[in-house]
């Protein structure tokens, strides 16, 4: 199914030409000049093609013939390759290799150029079998040898006429022709497409995938004998024709390359893209996966996707849903019934592993995104910058280790993302990591409160009620006796007390005891309630403070000995709850 | 030839392993044919009989779940067991610490299906064979729970857990047309060991296979 849609994909951009996929044959890579040839295979000028950015090179990427996956041995490219195999010229201290490199790349085009009348191709090989390898005797190259000795590809041009050789129709024509003649002899039933044909041998290379190699990973590879089955080699224990194999593969590469249709979560890269034309769908689709842009509305500083339009279609969803109109706006110009393909790619050093593959209606998605979103809906602090609506990358940093992606746990950014698309409870991985986050921290940020929020209204939902649901809300219930909420009403209401008492400490019962509470409440409270005693003494309002005291302490019969995962969660909820309606209560006074 | 038999099989995972996703596993939506086959053979075969799969009926919703695991590289070479008949001295050990390789896995979770099969006779079929003889074996064995090794779920440590079904259906819970792709059919031992995939539609939980084969959905 996925080399299916995958291909479907390329097939469907392909037939439009302004799409920036590469035609059948041809693939994408860096280029770093440009050999300006004269009809009679001089060679004229060097044009540079790479743009100077903060002191460094960055190459032009051209669709040129399909590369080779190169390993050690010498396999010339078609048009466009390194100085050692169009020049012979040496980089590595080996000029047998650069001379044997540089003959091959020859006895190449000799063969690809076989009867083909074409300017371009007679130009080049008459400059390939004039030249001298290994030595520059040109002038003008002079100069740049040493650029050219770095090892960036280099293409043909014929002086007076537009564009490169391997762009030239004959040439293409050519090189499709022998692309054809070389594929591999043998024949299998294509498992993309049915049909019976030449299968490839080999997959192509997919590039950008975040922490894979950089010289490309496979999707399809058997790079261990262990993966063979039934004494088939490499990939003809997985049939599949050899244009539907570079197909996929430029259609995987243009995903990852786009900057519309990719959005990192964790280790994954997450793909998405439409069955069909949706433009806008897609852009909104990116805006709900990431929805980070919309806290600005000036554009993003990384030059991420951001579509203002989507941005505001999915503002105003998200809004009239905060607001209770549940029902979703039928909008004409969209279709809510347009197919999505949803792949999340991970690496796994020379392979890539699929972490979920999800197929789903436009409809069906938003509504899924927006169900999380109010899953995870929660009172936010007055002028604290934090997200109304927070992407899946931002739950996941708050899982980590001092915040940093690495330290992500590898397979949650998959799961956490399925259990979204799919409307399935929350990974317990996800509500573990982000207590051990708080215990360790003492921290409890909005995006860990509605992580917790979430969590338990999902399971709730989906195996049936539980003790203190109704505390489940984006802000404090004070009806609730469930004793966890209690609890952390009651720790949040201790540490305003000694805070109030004593300003600026430097530890304050919640750096000392927070852990304890939460876990072991018996242990620690009768303590904390002693202190309180003293600090209350010292403090103006008592009375009122006193007060909540009684209020809170009214619904708990006793200090248990433990709380479980689900009652800790419940505590720390009602930590959050209890200290941001301290901040709001003056607001309603007011009002 | 042959009756009809009906076989309900679940288990906790299953992974019908996609070819062109074999290294990084990624299973199909359901179970495939083949797999099918598979678990029938392993409660009742003889060189005499052929199953074949007439209907796959999913039971379950289609559910996903990643795993990561510990493997191992490579295979004892043939040559060097050969080798190693011929009497000379090889190492025909594996050493798993050395040739570690990790290997994601995505999943299929809590799988039911009901197999719907008959068998034919193939040209190991003697005088001493009847339909009547394998059909009763078959059922008796199912009946019992016997089986020549632990049928499984795509993957040998995905065990399957089995029942005769002798009466009603159970009810599937999905509904609708699902096009399922070009999914694996069966391997063609008898040449070269040839895969050959068919593109199943299921319709409220049932693949037609037999409809199919027929059909020319098979090539």
């Known amino acids: 199914m996925i080399l299916q849609a995958l291909y479907d994909f390329y097939e469907r951009m392909t037939a439009d030409p302004g799409s920036g996929m590469p035609k059948t044959g041809y693939s994408k890579a860096k280029v770093f000049f440009a050999l300006n040839l004269s009809a009679s295979g001089d060679l004229l000028d060097l044009f540079p093609l790479y743009d100077v950015v903060k002191n460094k090179k960055v190459a032009r990427e051209l669709d040129v013939p399909e590369q080779i996956k190169r390993s050690s041995g010498i396999s010339p490219n078609f048009l ?157 224990n997985s049939p599949v024709a050899s244009h539907v194999a570079s197909g996929y593969g430029a259609a995987l590469n243009y995903l990852l390359g786009s900057k519309r249709n990719k959005v990192q979560i964790g280790d994954t890269a997450t793909l998405f893209w439409a069955e069909r034309e949706a433009s806008v769908e897609e852009s909104i689709i990116g805006t709900l996966i990431d929805p980070a842009e919309l806290e600005d509305d000036e554009a993003p500083k990384d030059g991420r996707r951001y579509d203002p339009l989507a941005a505001e279609w999915v503002r105003q969803v998200l809004r009239d849903v905060r607001d209770g109109n549940h029902v979703l706006d039928q909008d004409a110009r969209l279709d809510s019934s347009v197919r999505f393909y949803i792949l999340g790619l991970s690496p796994n050093a020379a392979r890539l592993s699929v972490r979920f593959w999800h197929v789903d209606t436009f409809g069906s998605l938003v509504e899924r995104f927006v169900q999380h979103f109010r899953d995870m809906s929660i009172q936010l602090p007055v002028g604290g910058r934090w997200p109304e609506y927070p992407a899946i990358w931002r739950i996941l940093k708050e899982t980590a280790v001092q915040g940093e992606r690495k330290n992500v746990l590898p397979q949650l950014g998959g799961t956490l993302a399925r259990s979204i698309l799919l409307g399935t409870a929350y990974p317990q991985a996800l509500y573990q990591a982000i207590l051990v986050r708080i215990r360790a921290e003492h921290e409890i940020n909005p995006v860990r409160a509605g992580v917790i929020k979430a969590h338990l209204l999902r399971n709730a939902r989906i195996y049936g009620s539980i003790k203190g649901e109704e505390a489940l809300t984006m802000a404090l219930n004070d009806q609730s006796t469930h004793p966890g909420y209690l609890l952390g009403r009651l720790f949040a209401l201790l540490e305003k007390v000694q805070q109030e008492a004593l300003p600026g400490i430097n530890a304050t019962i919640r750096d000392r005891y927070f852990g304890a509470a939460s876990a072991t409440p018996a242990s620690v409270f009768p303590l904390l309630l002693r202190n309180a005693q003293h600090h209350l003494a010292k403090v103006e309002y008592s009375i009122y403070l006193e007060k909540k005291f009684q209020e809170i302490m009214a619904g708990l019969s006793e200090f248990p000995a433990h709380l479980n995962l689900n009652d800790q969660g419940f505590f720390m909820l009602g930590y959050y709850h209890q200290r941001q309606s301290f901040y709001t209560k003056k607001n309603d006074k007011e009002e | 030839m042959g009756y009809g038999i009906k076989l309900k099989v679940w288990g906790d995972y299953a992974c019908f392993t996609r070819p062109e996703m074999k290294a990084e596993r990624v299973s199909y939506d359901v179970i495939t044919p083949s797999a099918a086959r598979g678990i029938l053979e392993a409660i009742h075969w003889k060189p005499a009989i052929r199953w074949v799969v007439d209907r796959i009926h999913v039971l379950k919703e289609i559910r996903f779940e990643n795993f990561r695991r510990n493997e191992v590289g490579s295979k004892i070479s043939a040559a060097n067991v050969k080798k190693a008949m011929n009497g000379n001295t090889v190492a025909l050990y594996q050493s798993v610490e050395e040739d570690r390789q990790q290997r994601a896995a995505l999943l299929l979770r809590n799988v039911a299906y009901v197999i719907e099969a008959h068998f034919e006779a193939t040209d190991k079929w003697g005088e001493r064979d009847t339909p009547e003889k394998h059909y009763n074996m078959f059922l008796r064995r199912a009946r019992e729970g016997q089986c020549y090794h632990r049928p499984y779920l795509g993957c040998r440590e995905f065990p399957a857990q089995f029942e005769l079904l002798e009466g009603e259906l159970p009810a599937s819970s999905l509904r609708g047309e699902r096009d399922l792709g070009w999914m694996l059919w069966d391997i063609d031992y008898a040449d070269g060991m040839t895969p050959r995939f068919f593109r199943p539609t299921m319709r409220n939980g049932v693949i037609d296979v037999e409809r199919l084969a027929q059909g020319g959905g098979v090539r």
């Not at chain 1, 050519?174 to 497409?193: D, F, N, P």
């Not at chain 1, 950008?208 to 990939?235: C, M, R």
């Open chain 1, 80 to 236: 466009c390759d390194n100085s050692a195999y169009v020049l012979g010229i040496d980089e590595k201290g080996k000029p047998e290799r650069a001379l044997k490199a540089f003959e091959a790349f020859l006895q190449l085009h000799e063969e690809v150029f076989a009867g083909v009348d074409d300017e371009g191709a007679q130009a080049v090989l008459t400059f390939l079998r004039r030249r001298k390898p290994g030595v520059i005797d040109e002038p003008q190259w002079s100069d740049a040898r040493n650029e050219l000795l770095e090892g960036g590809n280099l293409v043909f041009r014929l002086d007076g006429s537009p564009g490169y050789i391997h762009d030239r129709p004959s040439v293409q024509h050519a090189w499709i022709g022998y692309t054809a003649k070389r594929e591999s002899s043998e024949k299998g039933q294509c498992l993309v497409t049915g049909e019976w044909g030449p299968v490839a041998r080999l997959h192509p290379a997919i590039k950008g995938v975040w922490g894979a190699q950089t010289a490309g990973a496979s999707l399809v590879s058997f790079n261990k004998d262990s993966f063979e089955s039934y004494g088939k080699e490499q990939s003809i």
